[in-house]
T-cell receptor, first 114, second 114 residues
Framework: DARVTQTPRHKVTEMGQEVTMRCQPI?????VFWYRQTMMQGLELLAY????????DSGMPKDRFSAEMPDATLATLKIQPSEPRDSAVYFC????????????FGNGTRLTVT | AQKVTQAQTEISVVEKEDVTLDCVYE???????LFWYKQPPSGELVFLIR??????QNEISGRYSWNFQKSTSSFNFTITASQVVDSAVYFC???????????FGKGTSLLVTP
């Protein structure tokens, strides 16, 4: 059963440090999403890519967040410098095909910034 | 503006009770899709159902049923004879043709006690 793989599962870091989260989408899926989940805001869309090209990153704080897809099998989300308010669970999701297809989510990266 | 509203933040029921989770959405599109996802305590997001805007037929899958009513912009989810394993956070989500990503509601936390 194909899955979206996210690493690391947990990350604890100090404020000001750089954090990189990685996602391996399901093979053949050409659209990749990054979501952030917090108690206050729920699930927020940060950015998404189609065929490795960024389609929308308006949900992402531009000054400290960056998202890339170096190749079709890897998506990265980087925070530099990290802040305590970035503490959240970050989910990657992928889908093949049209906009109405169900997303397949990874297990998430739980980030704690102290 | 919130496109998907799940007014019930938390629901607690006793096993074997029926429970309905409400979802109200807002869109100007005539073509859209609605989804329900389940997030058990382990944290992953599991796809439950997709419904398109042209299909108002109710859906039943085992103990789960969904009632889609365009007249009231609602897509409610009912669990019949609830079980402890149904304890999770349930998210309703909307996908519009104009965009590509899912807009999630804030979720309803369901606790089923023995």
């Amino acid at each position: 059963d194909a899955r979206v793989t996210q690493t690391p599962r947990h990350k604890v870091t100090e404020m000001g440090q750089e954090v990189t989260m990685r996602c391996q989408p399901i093979l053949g899926h050409n659209t990749v999403f990054w979501y952030r989940q917090t108690m206050m805001q729920g699930l927020e869309l940060l950015a998404y890519f189609r065929n490795r090209a960024p389609l929308d990153d308006s949900g992402m704080p531009k000054d400290r967040f960056s998202a890339e897809m170096p190749d079709a099998t890897l998506a990265t989300l980087k925070i530099q410098p990290s802040e305590p308010r970035d503490s959240a669970v970050y989910f990657c999701a992928s889908v093949r095909g049209e906009w109405n297809s169900p997303l397949h989510f990874g297990n998430g990266t739980r980030l704690t910034v102290t | 503006a919130q496109k998907v509203t799940q007014a019930q933040t938390e629901i607690s029921v006793v096993e074997k009770e029926d429970v309905t989770l409400d979802c109200v959405y807002e869109t100007r599109d005539t073509t859209y899709y609605l989804f329900w996802y389940k997030q058990p305590p382990s944290g992953e997001l599991v796809f439950l159902i997709r419904r398109n805007s042209f299909d108002e037929q109710n859906e039943i899958s085992g103990r789960y049923s969904w009632n889609f009513q365009k007249s009231t912009s609602s897509f409610n989810f009912t669990i019949t004879a609830s079980q402890v394993v149904d304890s999770a956070v349930y998210f309703c989500a909307l996908s519009e043709a104009a965009g590509y990503a899912l807009n999630f509601g804030k979720g309803t936390s369901l606790l089923v006690t023995p």
